[in-house]
């Protein structure tokens, strides 16, 4: 199914909290009564989760986080038997983007173009860009393990995401 293993893909950002931008406001003196001073801008926003299983009590691991775009020029059936003819990950691999640019960029860092845009694809087929891909060192729950954590991201242009997230091994970078 389209989306990977939840069917699904983010069709448009929706308006996510800026708190970062509220307490600059209110540094400056500049923010409104206490009643609107939420600030908003376009973005995803996610829930992520991880079992007492992939992450005991008190481990230390890595989150890594992706969150790609993509827009496709052709039927999505046709852009799917596109990418399968040419090798790339299916749809339902869970780290189907990253797996398509850590390919594309040789397992090092993905680098933005002269643009600021890191896109891969085909002209008049489909243009992939990682929008976010970051990680963070994270901790099992002392009492039972796993966790759970809220994540916003600013988004800006496309129309369609895509949320890849994983553990693995702690690096100094995260």
């Known amino acids: 199914a389209p989306g990977g293993a939840g069917g ?4 448009h950002p929706w308006a996510i909290r800026d708190r970062a931008a509220e307490v600059e406001l209110e540094r400056r ?8 001073n939420v600030v908003t801008r376009d973005g ?3 829930v992520v ?3 007492a299983a992939a992450l005991p009590p008190g481990a230390v691991a890595a989150l890594y986080v992706g969150l790609f775009s993509f827009s496709l020029t052709g039927p999505e059936v046709a852009v799917e038997r596109w990418m399968v003819d040419g090798g790339l990950p299916p749809a339902h691999n869970a780290l189907r983007q990253w797996t398509m640019f850590a390919h594309q960029f040789g397992g090092g860092p993905v680098l933005p173009d002269e643009l600021g845009d890191a896109c891969i694809g085909e002209a008049f087929r489909a243009e992939f860009c990682a929008r976010v891909a970051s ?3 994270v ?17 800006q242009h496309a129309t ?8 693995g091994e702690p690096v100094p970078e995260c």
């Open 8 to 11: 699904e893909f983010v069709r």
């Open 29 to 36: 003196g500049e923010a409104p009564e206490a009643a609107r």
């Open 44 to 46: 995803v926003e996610a």
């Open 49 to 51: 989760s991880a079992s």
């Open 135 to 137: 990680c963070l060192l």
């Open 139 to 155: 901790a099992g729950a002392p009492d039972r393990g796993g966790g759970e954590w809220r994540m916003a991201v600013p988004t």
């Open 160 to 167: 369609n995401y895509r949320l890849e997230v994983y553990l």
